[in-house]
């Protein structure tokens, strides 16, 4: 069984900058991609950030210049740097990997993680 766990959401003032976590946990064989998306309220979840697993990067047009995207491969985790946090970017946000199981399994399957809530208010 694998589980991605996140962890780092929160309130914040616009301008300020959070970081979120993402954890991918148990019998795992390999990760390849991993992403962050996002769903506001009324809206459809949308993809803020991916990284390959030799890290190349891509963004949403809305979040180019202010967030970044990072994974730690030894520990199977994902980071969004989020910086110059505006009002629009209220949401939560779910972490995404593309995973294969241990045990002789040829299948990649997609995992979501529980979802954190990113709010930015003054």
């Known amino acids: 069984q694998v589980q991605l766990v996140e962890s780092g959401g929160g309130l914040v003032q616009p301008g300020g900058s959070l970081r979120l976590s993402c954890a991918a946990s148990?019998?795992?064989?390999?990760?390849?991609?991993m992403g962050w998306y996002r769903q506001a309220p009324g809206k459809q979840r949308e993809l803020v950030a991916a990284?390959?697993?030799?890290?190349?990067?891509r963004y949403a047009d809305s979040v180019k210049g202010r967030f970044t995207i990072s994974r730690d491969n030894a520990k199977n985790t994902v980071y969004l740097q989020m910086n110059s946090l505006k009002p629009e970017d209220t949401a939560v946000y779910y972490c995404n990997a593309e995973i294969k199981m241990a045990g002789g399994s040829r299948t990649w399957y997609d995992y979501w993680g529980q979802g954190a809530q990113v709010t930015v208010s003054s």
């Open positions: 148990g019998s795992i064989f390999g990760v390849n991609a």
């Open positions: 990284i390959t697993s030799g890290s190349r990067t």
